[in-house]
Structure formats: C-alpha cells, structure tokens
C-alpha cells in the first residue's frame, strides 16, 4: 500500500537485476538466451539458429555474446567433448528473460487467478520470514552499500528472488 494518503494500491513489481539487464541490454543476447532455454548448444550451433532468425553476426561475436552470458551467470556450460583437435563446449541458458506486456483484457481473469493463489503466497511469504528471518536480514545486509540504502527495499526484492526460483522449480516438474 501506499503511503500517500490517497487510496492508490500497489499492484506488481517489476525487477530489474543489474546483473542480468546489463548483460541482456544488447539485444542479441536475450535472443540467445532465448535459443539456448531448449537444449545445450555449441557456439556454431547458436550462430546458425541466430541466422535462421535473420542475425547475421560472425561466430566470434556470437561466441563473445555467449561468453558474457556466461560471465553474469545466465549460462552454463554443461558439456565438453573432445574432437578434431580441440574442445567442444555446450552452453544452456539457466534463466529466461520474459519481455511481454499482458493486454488490459486480461486484467480480470490475472486478478481471479491472483486471489486464488494469494492465501498460498501468503503463506509461503510468512514461512519465509519466520523461519528464515536472519538468513533474510544477512542478506539485505551484504546487499546495502551504504547507510542511505537502508531505505530500500531489498527485502522485497529477496523474498521475490527466492518465489521467483521456486516458480521455476515448480513449473520445470509439473
């Protein structure tokens, strides 16, 4: 809620993690990350499915695209094979960037399935922070740089990080 006297509501967070918008800000590697949600790929690999979407980049850029993925920890390198007198690597995207926008027609079916679901996440958020407070607060701590941030709301963003994971858990069994 807000605190501004009117009766204004909160309704989404948006998360923007330096880490990865840096990393994605050239558009070509959210594409990648998008190829490489699928399966392991090699870097020649990645270079002909950009192609065949249109991208027409030398395999040594894709390769530096690949690399900074890997750098800020948006993909993985899964497999090494031998062969033809070097090593193969095989990369996989462990996180997916989502760019949509739901259209407003969408708002009261988004609103029933946010009720259904609230009393479950209210749930989980109260295990969280009973539970777990002090992991939570070790947290927060490493993350504020300065006195002045105490204000912001990395508790939020923690609790976020750690639904948005088990999401994806979740979904990757189901």
Do not use: W
């Not at 009117?6 to 840096?22: C, G, K, M, P, Q």
């Amino acid at each position: 809620m807000s605190n501004s006297g009117t009766d204004h509501r909160l309704e989404d967070i948006a998360v923007r993690d330096t880490r990865v918008s840096d990393a994605i800000d050239e558009p070509m590697r959210a594409m990648i990350l998008d190829i490489l949600a699928d399966e392991a790929l090699t870097a020649t690999e990645v270079h002909e499915r950009l192609g065949e979407r249109g991208v027409d980049r030398t395999e040594n850029t894709v390769r530096h695209h690949i690399n900074e993925l890997r750098d800020a920890g948006l993909v993985d390198v899964v497999r090494f094979e031998e062969g033809r007198g070097g090593t193969t690597k095989y990369y996989h995207a462990n996180t997916i960037v989502l760019s949509y926008s739901l259209p407003d027609s969408a708002d009261a079916a988004v609103d029933e399935m946010t009720d259904a679901v609230q009393p479950q996440i209210t749930d989980a958020l109260t295990t969280l922070t009973d539970e777990y407070d002090d992991a939570i607060e070790d947290i927060v701590a490493d993350m504020q740089p300065c006195e002045h941030c105490r204000t912001q709301k990395y508790e939020t963003y923690v609790l976020l990080t750690v639904l948005r994971r088990a999401f994806v858990r979740a979904h990757r069994e189901s």
